[in-house]
């Protein structure tokens, strides 16, 4: 069995939403499956000097309309959320807590999320905005919203993004395939050519 392509995203992240449409289908192609992982891009930046895309004087203008634009390609619906970027904490621990709790309930959630924010313009930063999400899929939103404040679930988070940038993970959307890191959603289609060659 190939590994699994890691999928590296923050959920504030308008690209790792739209990657995250795609994803699956791409893996499923080539006999893979995907391994999740959210990251902090606050946290990063801090390391690398990067400032959130949309607010970078001119590139924010073009990538606000390039990102409507290939959600338009791409039929995915996207809504500009009021509030962006915001801080994904919450959203991210819940999604470890599912991964170790509930793990074929993670991505579910996870897409849940994007979802809300991305394809509603919901606010989804709050503890108690994330168990609303989590409830609508069935599942226990009061345990969750108890478990973001735990140690276990915040050091595994910081483990998450030690692991990350560990291995050089700088943005999002990154897909680790066998160890070959592909940034951004425009290389998804020289993901799928590795993926078919095995690599060059």
Not at 15 to 23: D, E, F, N, V
Not at 130 to 156: H, M, Q, S, T
Not at 160 to 170: N, Y
Request: charged fraction near 25%; charge should be negative; include cysteine.
């Amino acid at each position: 069995m190939p590994d699994p392509i890691r999928f590296y995203f923050d959920f504030s992240s308008p690209y790792g939403y739209l990657a995250s449409q795609r994803i699956g289908n791409v893996a499923a192609r080539h006999g893979r499956t995907v391994d999740w992982h959210p990251i902090l891009l606050g946290f990063i930046f801090r390391v690398t000097g990067q400032t959130p895309l949309l607010d970078q004087p001119m590139r924010g203008a073009y990538f606000t309309r390039d990102m409507q634009r290939t959600a338009r390609e791409w039929g995915v619906p996207l809504v500009m959320p009021e509030h962006f970027p915001f801080h994904s904490v919450a959203a991210s621990r819940a999604f470890y807590w599912l991964k170790e709790s509930a793990p074929d309930r993670a991505v579910a959630f996870a897409n849940a999320i994007y979802g809300a924010y991305w394809g509603q313009g919901r606010d989804v930063d709050k503890p108690e905005q994330v168990a609303e999400v989590a409830a609508g899929l069935g599942l226990d939103g009061d345990a969750l919203r108890e478990a973001l404040g735990e140690g276990a679930v915040k050091d595994r988070l910081k483990a998450e993004m030690d692991a990350a940038m560990g291995q050089g993970v700088f943005g999002s959307p990154t897909m680790l395939v066998d160890g070959e890191m592909f940034f951004g959603c425009d290389k998804f289609e020289q993901m799928e050519r590795w993926l078919e060659s095995g690599g060059w």
